[in-house]
């Protein structure tokens, strides 16, 4: 991979506003760009793109100024990993989720663990894991003394190798509670495998992790006072706010294929024998097409930017977050999680139709948009979303709080 140097952005002046960060972000990305394909193709563990990350400041955007963060809000962080998803989803998925896992802290913990967390996140510039996939069950937490004992399983975890921490989450013995901490990814105990083979997303390490035995503190379980978890409504937003990062990289993934495939037909498709034109960029189809996809790209992004920054306002508040308007604003993020999965699967799939057959070559790799998008939009049933919007709409309906929800 060809990467700038830490010198090199070292002695450039650090961004300071949202827009600079965006602007930090495509920089990521124009690197990242120049070996895409071929780093596709190479299924390596990402060292050196995580390298990048942290580097050019990215992974502590959210983490206080004080302690060395940029300080910045969700909003700018879903922007963020648009761009950076543009030349890689990979690494703009292992961003998101490291934001996510991040902030996990602040979610779910008490302000004495969040404040500790973020400090030591952002001056040690953590990249964050997370062993939680939430259809395992099989990890169980026994009590040890004052510590606790995670043992089990997880089919996914997504950042392992190329993390510096982990969030765990499994269930107390004996009870329904479930507990969330973290620990670090080099934690006796914890062994992650090298067994993500899948047709898309190939760089985010997402393999199964064994957690045999890895002790934390009591004092590290997430909202716990006393071994009794304190619960907020705000400790439910980790779906909506998770689920916004998966919009963007979907969309930061079919804003990547449009302009690959914009470059590539100026410069190399070939227009119709019989269509009378010496360019393919004066093709009538060619230009509608571009036109269409564009177009609904462009009012996906509109509505992702609308509700990241009602999620914001949230956010801005975590004690007055109801259920009332913790629900309303999982309906809007449903609403966006189902555009961004069609336009993104349109898109990533169309642009062959005007690019042509000598773009299908390995070497130009661009399927894999297609396959990044086509991969993690299976996350979750869209299905499901259009009916937690359409129940909102017939009934007034708010979606239950789950792990999906």
Known sequence: MSTTTATTWENRPAPTTAQDWIDRAAEVAAVLATDAAARDRAGATPYAEVRLLKDA???????????????????????????????????GQLLGYHYLWNWAARLVGTREQWEHVEAEAARNRWFFGGAVNPRDHDVVVTEDGDDLVFTGRKTFSTGSKVSDVTVLEGVLAGTDQHVFAIVPSDSEGLTFHDDWDNIGQRLTESGSVTIDGVRTPWSSAAGYVD????????????????????????????????????????????????????????????????????????AAEALADAVAAEGQKLHDDPDAVTEQARGDFEVRVAAVKARATDVALEVTSRIFEVTGARATTTAEGLDRFWRNVRTHTLHDPVAYKRREVGRWVLEGELPEPTWYS
């Open 57 to 91: 400041g990215l992974v502590t955007l959210l983490g206080p100024v004080e302690h060395g963060g940029a300080g910045q809000d969700w909003p700018t962080a879903y922007r963020v990993v648009r761009e950076v998803a543009k030349a890689d989803g990979s690494i």
């Open 227 to 298: 071994k009794r978890f304190q619960a907020r409504t705000y400790n439910t937003l980790n779906v909506p706010t998770i689920q916004l990062v998966f919009v963007n990289f979907y969309l930061g993934i079919a804003g990547g294929a449009l302009e690959t495939a914009a470059t590539y037909t100026r410069g190399k498709t070939r227009p119709w024998l019989h269509g009378g034109h010496e360019r393919a960029v004066d093709e009538p189809y060619v230009i509608d097409t571009y036109g269409d996809l564009t177009a609904k790209l462009w």
